[in-house]
């Protein structure tokens, strides 16, 4: 089983700065993409920022030029740094992952979500 924690979240003032990280564990093999998801009150959830196991990313044209996604391979982790944030970057922020296991199979898996509140 492979379990994502996440961490980071929290109110900030807009314009402020939040860095999420998200760490797997369990039986895993090797973790191909890695991406943060957000979803806001009546909204659908959408892809925010991904980041592959060579280092390629991936941004949604709202938070580009403000949020970098980064990752260690050592530790199983992805990060979300987050800057001149906005009051429409409120939402649950999802950590996703998708990875092979030990067994051969390769599964999506997803954190718990963490809130990001982000006052004007």
């Known amino acids: 089983q492979v379990q994502l924690v996440e961490s980071g979240g929290g109110l900030v003032q807009a314009g402020g700065s939040l860095r999420l990280s998200c760490a797997a564990s369990g039986s895993i093999f090797s973790i191909n993409a890695m991406g943060w998801y957000r979803q806001a009150p009546g909204k659908q959830r959408e892809l925010v920022a991904a980041i592959t196991s060579g280092g390629s990313t991936n941004y949604a044209d709202s938070v580009k030029g403000r949020f970098t996604i980064s990752r260690d391979n050592a530790k199983n982790t992805v990060y979300l740094q987050m800057n001149s944030l906005k009051p429409e970057d409120t939402a649950v922020y999802y950590c996703?992952?998708?990875?092979?296991?030990?067994?051969?199979?390769?599964?999506?898996?997803w954190g718990q979500g963490t809130q990001v509140t982000v006052s004007s």
């Open positions: 996703n992952a998708e990875c092979s296991l030990w067994g051969g199979d390769e599964y999506d898996y």
